[in-house]
């Protein structure tokens, strides 16, 4: 639905395709690697994960706003997308959680938006001709001039955006899933006759949820930048190692390569998310690569050997099967879709890692398991067994 009040704005691709729409959120020009995500819910999480630092985000689902905008459902502390791209905007939301509009979150954070548009054109768009760079603009409205822009945007790949998103000093996370949000049977009770496990999280771009996850199974969490070294990792006597999500192009997160090869030595339970799967994998000597168009939306299937989880997502590269040449690297699970790697374990070190996201937030509960196993290997671990 049109707002009265809405300018008009212009989406430009390298390719040179354009989109007239109108603006919502913050006036101004943005520029990113346009990407589609394909979840019917979430929106808020979305726009507030650190992996889609740089991007701007083509949502499927026909409308977004319904539900507004509030604190609890933030995955960070900003919108961390470049730019929102959508078919349907609702200006008046209704839900009892909401304390802002979509369009009012986003301009209070300077970032701008476009609806209007034919939002399944410019997906069909995207993967016939894979994600390209793009611009938003209410200020340049003639689509050459912005594409002169767009053309002057380097290429996702060789970008280190870790270090944009990654916390600035270490800190303590505390607060689990909210008892009204529990969904496991399987997370401990409180024990005070034994001293929690500690697991240090390396932030490269790290999910709240991922935290609150870590926290509801017993976990002591420490968060580090990503710059840290594994000698000040080790300071805090971890019984685990956390790799973080985040966003960017992971063969450039060379210091997060390097840590995490020295870390691995030490043969202490270490698990890995999403950018965190990706540097373990490069770290035991396999290669990535950038998909075409990648994978983001909460119904992808992964799985092996008969067995599949239904699991978010959200990437543009991923580990070749090609370079894998490690003889104790074992592939867990592929990604239904495209059979690309999506879950990988060392056979004698208590190390694993997925490509997807197990806390979801937003999507499918189904890999909620892989938190308990990381538990119960550092439990393994402190007992020597």
Not at 11 to 23: E, K, M, N, Q, T
Not at 134 to 157: F, H, K, R, W, Y
Not at 363 to 375: I, K, N, T
Request: charged residues 15%; proline residues 6%.
């Amino acid at each position: 639905m049109l707002n009265v009040d809405s300018q008009p704005a212009l989406l430009v691709l390298a390719d040179g395709s354009s989109y007239r729409g109108w603006s919502f959120g913050a006036p101004g020009t943005a520029v990113g690697e346009v990407v589609f995500n394909t979840g019917m819910t979430g929106y808020q999480e979305v726009l507030t994960d650190p992996s889609y630092c740089g991007q701007l985000v083509t949502f499927t689902y026909p409308e977004l706003g319904n539900t507004g905008v509030n604190i609890e459902d933030e995955e960070s502390d900003r919108p961390q997308v470049k730019g929102a791209i959508a078919r349907n905007l609702c200006h008046q939301p209704s839900n009892w959680r909401s304390n802002h509009t979509l369009s009012s979150y986003l301009q209070q954070h300077h970032i701008p938006g476009i609806y209007g548009i034919d939002t399944r054109a410019l997906t069909r768009k995207i993967r016939s001709a894979g994600a390209m760079n793009g611009a938003i603009s209410t200020e340049i409205l003639d689509s050459n001039a912005l594409l002169e822009t767009v053309l002057q945007a380097p290429s996702m790949e060789g970008l280190n955006l870790a270090e944009r998103v990654t916390t600035h000093t270490p800190y303590e996370w505390v607060d689990p899933t909210p008892a009204a949000w529990e969904f496991s049977e399987s997370t401990p009770p409180a024990d005070s006759t034994q001293s929690p496990l500690t697991v240090v999280a390396i932030d490269f771009g790290i999910k709240r949820n991922i935290l609150r996850r870590l926290a509801s199974y017993g976990c002591r969490i420490i968060v580090v930048p990503a710059h840290t070294s594994a000698a000040d990792i080790l300071s805090h006597q971890p019984d685990g190692i956390f790799l973080s999500n985040g966003p960017g192009d992971p063969a450039a997160v060379t210091v997060g390569i390097e840590t995490a090869k020295t870390l691995m030595a030490e043969q202490k339970p270490m698990f890995g998310i999403c950018l965190g799967h990706q540097l373990l994998g490069l770290s035991l000597g396999v290669d990535t690569f950038k998909l075409k168009f990648g994978h983001r939306g909460l119904n992808q299937p992964a799985g092996l050997q008969q067995q599949v989880e239904i699991t978010s997502q959200n990437h543009g590269f991923a580990l070749s099967a090609e370079s894998m040449t490690h003889a104790e690297v074992e592939v867990t699970h592929l990604n239904l879709n495209d059979q690309t790697i999506a879950g990988l374990k060392h056979q004698s070190l208590p190390v694993f890692s997925v490509q997807y996201h197990p806390e979801a937030s937003p999507g499918p509960h189904d890999a909620d398991y892989l938190f308990e196993r990381f538990v119960q290997s550092m439990l393994e671990h402190r007992s020597g067994s």
